[in-house]
C-alpha cells in the first residue's frame, strides 16, 4: 500500500478502538483524531505506530450536534465544522490521507465533505446506536420518550452508511444490519479476536477462582461487578457454603471505593496502571491461570469481549450474560453459558463448579469455535483485503 497513510477520527479512544488500532498500524501509518482525550493509550508499539490529535471545538454545542447532526458542519466552532477544516488542511499537503475511518456516527456527519475531498471513508456500523435505543424504548412504555431518539440515529446511520466507500461491523448480526440500510455499500467484519495460539504455552491446569478482568474504569463494567456482588455471590455462597470458590476481579485502575466495595464482599482484587500495555498482558493471563471459570457479569452493552476470548483461548468456561456475549453469536450451553438473571447466573456457575467434566466440554467447545471464527490471523487478513480494495 506504498506511502497511503489512514485517519481515524472518534469520539474517543476506547476498547475497540484500540483494537482497531493495534491492527491497522501494522499495515499502514495511522493518525487519530478524537473529540476528548484518549480513554486508552494510544502510543501503540508496531509497524507504524498510531499518533494523536485532538479536535477542538465548543463543549456547549456538542449536544447540539448529537441532534443536528450534518448541518452544524457549516457552523463555525462546531465539532463537524472544524473537522472538515482540519480535512481540507491535510488534503492541501503532499501526503494526505489515503482512508478516513469514521468510528462513531455522532463524527461521520461529514462524511460526503470526506468523499468531495477525494478520501476513501470508511464507516465503523459497531458504534451506531439506534438498534440499543429502540430495543431500550420499546421494553416499556415508559421509555417511550426515547423514540425520537431513536428515529434520529436511524436517520443518520442510513445516510452515513449509504454515503461511505465502505461499512466495517463487529459482527455477522450488525452487518446483516448494515447491509438493509445500506445494500450498495460494501460491508465489511473486523470483529474482536485474539491469537489464540500464543495462549498454548500459558496454558496450564484449572485454578480454584471465579475470575473477572476488564476495565475498572468503564461504568457499565464496574456496575456489572457490582450486580455481581450483590446479587450472585450471596446466592452461590449460600447455596455452596464452605465450597464456594474465592472470587478475583482483575483491571487497570480501579478507584479507591472499588476496592473498598470488593474487599467488602470478600472478593480479592488484582490492578494496575491502565497504561502499562506489559502489566495489562502479564495480569490478564494471571487472573486466567488463577481461575477455574471466567464470569463477565456486563448489564450494559460494552466491550467485555476481549476478556471472553482470551478465557476461551486458555480453555476456561465462560458464564456471562446477554450483553456480555452480544454480537458474538455463540452457542449458550455448549461454548457459552448466560445468565441474565441473578438465579440463573447462579445457576450456570452452580452447575459448571460441580461438574467438572462439564467444565471441560464447554472448554473444548468455545476453543474450537475460537479458531474457526475469532482466529486473529483471519481478522488481519479481511482488514488488508478491505484497505486493497478500497
Known amino acids: 500500500m506504498g506511502n497511503s497513510r ?14 482497531l488500532l493495534q491492527l491497522l498500524s501494522e499495515l499502514v501509518p495511522v493518525s487519530v483524531m478524537s473529540l476528548r482525550p484518549a480513554h486508552r493509550p494510544v502510543e501503540i508499539p508496531g509497524l507504524f505506530p498510531a499518533k494523536q490529535e485532538q479536535v477542538r471545538s465548543w463543549p456547549w454545542l456538542w449536544p447540539v450536534e448529537q441532534w443536528i447532526g450534518d448541518w452544524t458542519s457549516a457552523v463555525p466552532g462546531s465539532c463537524s465544522w472544524n473537522l472538515i477544516k482540519t480535512l481540507r488542511t491535510l488534503q492541501s499537503r503532499d501526503s494526505p490521507p489515503r482512508w478516513i475511518w469514521f468510528s462513531g456516527a455522532s463524527m461521520a456527519g461529514v462524511v460526503s465533505e470526506a468523499r468531495r475531498l477525494g478520501y476513501r471513508v470508511i464507516v465503523d456500523h459497531d458504534r451506531m446506536p439506534s438498534a440499543q435505543v429502540l430495543r431500550d424504548a420499546s421494553t416499556h412504555w415508559s421509555h417511550w420518550v426515547r423514540l425520537p431518539e431513536a428515529w434520529r440515529d436511524l436517520y443518520y446511520e442510513r445516510r452515513r452508511c449509504e454515503r461511505a466507500h465502505a461499512v466495517v461491523t463487529s459482527s455477522p448480526l450488525y452487518a446483516a444490519r448494515a ?55 450471596p446466592r452461590l455462597r449460600a447455596a455452596l457454603k464452605e465450597k464456594a470458590p474465592p472470587v478475583l476481579v482483575a483491571g487497570p485502575e480501579a478507584s479507591p471505593v472499588l476496592l473498598d466495595f470488593l474487599k467488602h464482599h ?28 471466567a464470569f463477565i457479569p ?84 479481511t482488514l488488508q483485503g478491505l484497505l486493497h480494495q478500497l
Not at 489512514?6 to 483494537?19: A, D
Not at 485474539?194 to 475498572?216: A, H, K, Y
Not at 470478600?266 to 471459570?293: F, G, P, V, Y
Open 6 to 19: 489512514l485517519l481515524l477520527i472518534t469520539p474517543q479512544v476506547r476498547s475497540r478502538e484500540s483494537y
Open 179 to 233: 447491509r438493509k440500510l445500506a445494500p450498495e455499500t460494501p460491508v465489511y467484519v473486523i470483529g474482536p479476536s485474539v491469537q489464540w495460539q500464543q495462549f498454548q504455552d500459558d496454558r496450564e491446569p484449572c485454578g480454584s477462582s471465579l475470575s473477572f478482568c476488564g476495565d475498572l474504569e468503564d461504568p457499565a463494567q464496574v456496575q456489572g461487578v457490582r450486580w455481581f456482588a450483590e446479587e450472585v455471590l
Open 266 to 293: 470478600a472478593i480479592s482484587a488484582l490492578t494496575w496502571k491502565k497504561h502499562d500495555a506489559l502489566a495489562a498482558r502479564e495480569n490478564t493471563l494471571k487472573c486466567l491461570k488463577q481461575s477455574m471459570i
Open 298 to 381: 456486563l448489564q450494559q452493552k460494552t466491550s467485555g469481549a476481549q476478556f471472553l476470548l482470551n478465557a476461551m483461548a486458555m480453555r476456561r468456561p465462560v458464564v456471562t450474560t446477554s450483553k456480555g456475549a452480544e454480537g458474538l453469536q455463540l452457542n449458550p450451553g455448549r461454548e457459552i453459558w448466560l445468565g441474565d438473571q441473578p438465579d440463573t447466573f447462579t445457576s450456570a456457575l452452580i452447575r459448571l463448579i460441580r461438574e467438572p467434566e462439564l467444565r471441560a466440554e464447554t472448554s473444548r467447545h468455545a476453543h474450537l469455535r475460537l479458531t474457526e471464527d475469532f482466529d486473529l490471523e483471519k481478522t488481519r487478513r
